[in-house]
Antibody, heavy 124, light 108 residues
Framework: QVHLVESGGGVVQPGRSLGLSCAASGFDFGIYAMHWVRQAPGKGLEWVALMSYNGGVKNYADSVKGRFTISRDNSKNTLYLQMNSLRPEDTAVYYC?????????????????WGQGTLVTVSS | SYVLTQPPSVSVAPGQTATITCAGNNIGSYSVHWYQQKPGQAPVLVVSDDTDRPAGIPERFSGSNSGTTATLTISRVEAGDEADYYCQVWDSSNDHYVFGSGTKVTAL
């Protein structure tokens, strides 16, 4: 059974940095693209970033491009999101989500499993 | 960028059918996926590729997609179906994933 556990959330001041992790288990992590999706309080879902199964493809939402960096360590079954220059509008629950397609580049797919999320609050 | 439009809310009596729409320019040429999110919980995939149900999703959930509108239909609505529902596509113009604004389903 797929299990995704996010960690690293917390309260951070505007302009500072924060790193998130997503520990995966129950599936062959190294052959699936992975994503980060966020949800601001009381708002809808917003896709943030993707990384292909082998790390060769990365893509970011325009709202975070240049500030956030997605990475993965397939030997540790872990996905990461480094968030720099944080803004109040980055306040959200951040979910990691598994792509449905094995050996996928993270394109034209969907999210078949989600973690429970970690809350990031950007406030002075 | 591609925009998906959903009605903010849908109300339906238990036992009746809920229809949730997701409108987009020529959405019929996209693969549409649907997620259910209950309060305080992570989203759950309920329909993929327009019409496919993942294992464990009741047959009461079905999807369709044509022209400018994709639809998620929940037959014989139960109190446990109360949730927010989001449609999602992949936008090939920029390789970005797009979600609809979400529809809150209430069983009256």
């Amino acid at each position: 059974q797929v299990h995704l556990v996010e960690s690293g959330g917390g309260v951070v001041q505007p302009g500072r940095s924060l790193g998130l992790s997503c520990a995966a288990s129950g599936f062959d992590f190294g052959i699936y693209a992975m994503h980060w999706v966020r949800q601001a309080p009381g708002k809808g879902l917003e896709w943030v970033a993707l990384m292909s199964y082998n790390g060769g493809v990365k893509n970011y939402a325009d709202s975070v491009k240049g500030r956030f960096t997605i990475s993965r360590d397939n030997s540790k079954n872990t996905l990461y999101l480094q968030m720099n220059s944080l803004r109040p509008e980055d306040t959200a629950v951040y979910y990691c989500a598994k792509d449905d397609l094995n050996h996928g580049l993270g394109t034209n797919s969907w999210f078949d499993s989600w973690g429970q999320g970690t809350l990031v609050t950007v406030s002075s | 960028s591609y925009v998906l439009t959903q009605p903010p809310s849908v109300s339906v009596a238990p036992g009746q059918t809920a229809t949730i729409t997701c409108a987009g320019n020529n959405i019929g040429s996209y693969s549409v996926h649907w997620y259910q999110q209950k309060p305080g919980q992570a989203p759950v995939l309920v329909v993929s590729d327009d019409t496919d149900r993942p294992a464990g999703i009741p047959e009461r959930f079905s999807g369709s997609n044509s022209g400018t509108t994709a639809t998620l239909t929940i037959s014989r609505v139960e109190a446990g179906d109360e949730a927010d529902y989001y449609c999602q596509v992949w936008d090939s113009s920029n390789d970005h994933y797009v979600f609809g604004s979400g529809t809150k389903v209430t069983a009256l």
